[in-house]
């Protein structure tokens, strides 16, 4: 198998024993499971955890900025026309930009938390990926050099037999 080979197996199999064959260490590779499911791990997620989340999912969609765009709508509607001179937020609407700032200041940072745990998540698959695609490569070069020997074989077998076919 070669040894780039042999430290990429180490990286993937943390146990591997030095007095393994390279057969014995690819044997190990093909039993062992090395992928995780990334997808079963939502169970322990906290409540504000999962909190974040659906805010960061519902704040996220053109719903809610449908929604809020009528709200601003209205609200600027029934204090500049309906209300005039009795307005409870008269313009430049001070009231509205102090609610739109809070809500900013505490919407922002449970997005950014949601983005951090999903960015996590993004790595964990990533790390998977790559252990998986590091397997794959490993055992279709023992497959291809395997063939190799394989067709070499065959080949030695036809010239002898070409060799005591010429004798005979």
Same mark, same amino acid.
């Given at each position: 198998? !070669? #040894?780039? &080979?042999?430290?990429?197996?180490? &990286?993937?199999? @943390? @146990?591997?024993?030095?007095?393994? *064959? $390279?057969? #014995?260490?690819?044997?190990?590779?093909?039993? %062992?499971?090395? +992928? *995780?499911?990334?997808?079963?791990? %939502?169970? =322990?997620? *906290?409540? !504000?955890?999962?909190? $974040?989340?659906?805010?960061?999912?519902?704040?996220? +969609?053109?719903?809610?900025?449908? /929604?809020?765009?009528?709200?601003?709508?209205?609200?600027?509607?029934?204090?500049?026309?309906?209300?005039?001179?009795?307005?409870?937020?008269? &313009?430049?609407?001070?009231?509205?930009?102090?609610?739109? +700032?809070?809500?900013?200041?505490?919407?922002?940072?449970?997005?950014?938390? +949601?983005? =951090?745990?999903?960015?996590?998540? @993004?790595?964990?698959? !990533?790390?998977?990926? &790559?252990?998986?695609?590091? %397997?794959?490569?490993?055992?279709?070069?023992?497959?291809?050099?395997?063939?190799?020997? /394989?067709?070499?074989?065959?080949?030695?077998?036809?010239?002898?037999?070409? /060799?005591?076919?010429? !004798?005979?």
């Amino acid at each position: 198998m !070669g #040894e780039k &080979y042999e430290e990429l197996l180490k &990286y993937i199999l @943390d @146990d591997v024993k030095n007095d393994l *064959t $390279d057969d #014995e260490i690819l044997h190990i590779l093909l039993d %062992k499971k090395i +992928s *995780t499911n990334v997808h079963n791990k %939502k169970g =322990n997620d *906290t409540f !504000g955890q999962k909190a $974040d989340d659906q805010i960061a999912k519902i704040a996220g +969609s053109w719903p809610f900025i449908g /929604i809020f765009l009528c709200i601003l709508f209205i609200w600027i509607i029934v204090n500049i026309m309906v209300l005039k001179n009795n307005a409870f937020d008269p &313009y430049p609407f001070i009231l509205l930009n102090l609610a739109l +700032s809070c809500m900013a200041a505490i919407q922002a940072p449970l997005i950014m938390m +949601s983005q =951090n745990r999903q960015e996590e998540k @993004d790595r964990e698959r !990533g790390g998977n990926d &790559y252990r998986v695609n590091l %397997k794959a490569e490993i055992i279709l070069e023992n497959l291809h050099n395997t063939l190799d020997e /394989i067709l070499d074989r065959q080949k030695n077998m036809e010239e002898k037999l070409k /060799i005591l076919e010429i !004798g005979k």
